[in-house]
């Protein structure tokens, strides 16, 4: 199985042509993904070999540098989303940091 690093420029535009086709764009700039979900309801795409994260094929795809370790969340708040404009990396403090303020139903500072 070859990398996705590997890929040739066509292989690529092919690559982004296919995701981008998967998703309904919203005058808010959301790319709503309208495809396969995982048991989770996180959006997932075939990436030719295997079934990947979508926001993290979004992010390889449509960003120069993408931190690939970080965790993504859609910054619009539609779990549908994988606009690379509106995912957010985080890091794991950064999550636990987010996620209880969430439960607690706050406003989100400074962690
Ligand atoms: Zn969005």
């Known amino acids: 199985m070859r990398s996705l690093e590997c890929l040739s420029f066509l292989e690529r535009v092919e690559l982004c042509s296919s995701f981008r086709r998967k998703c309904t764009l919203t005058a ?4 709503l993904w309208h495809s396969t979900v995982n048991g989770r309801g ?5 990436n030719g ?10 992010r390889f795809l449509f960003c120069d540098a ?4 970080a965790r993504l969340f859609p910054s619009c708040g539609d779990a549908r989303c994988v606009s690379p404009a509106h995912l ?24």
Do not use: K, T
Not at 49 to 58: C, E, F, I, L, T
């Open 49 to 58: 070999h295997r079934a990947v994260s979508a926001r993290r094929m979004a």
């Open 88 to 111: 957010l990396a985080l890091s794991s403090v950064q999550v636990g940091y987010l996620a209880r303020v969430l439960r607690q139903g706050g406003a989100l500072g400074a962690p």
């Open 42 to 46: 996180y959006p997932v795409f075939w």
């Open 28 to 31: 808010g700039g959301c790319w």
């Open 66 to 69: 993408p931190d690939l370790s």
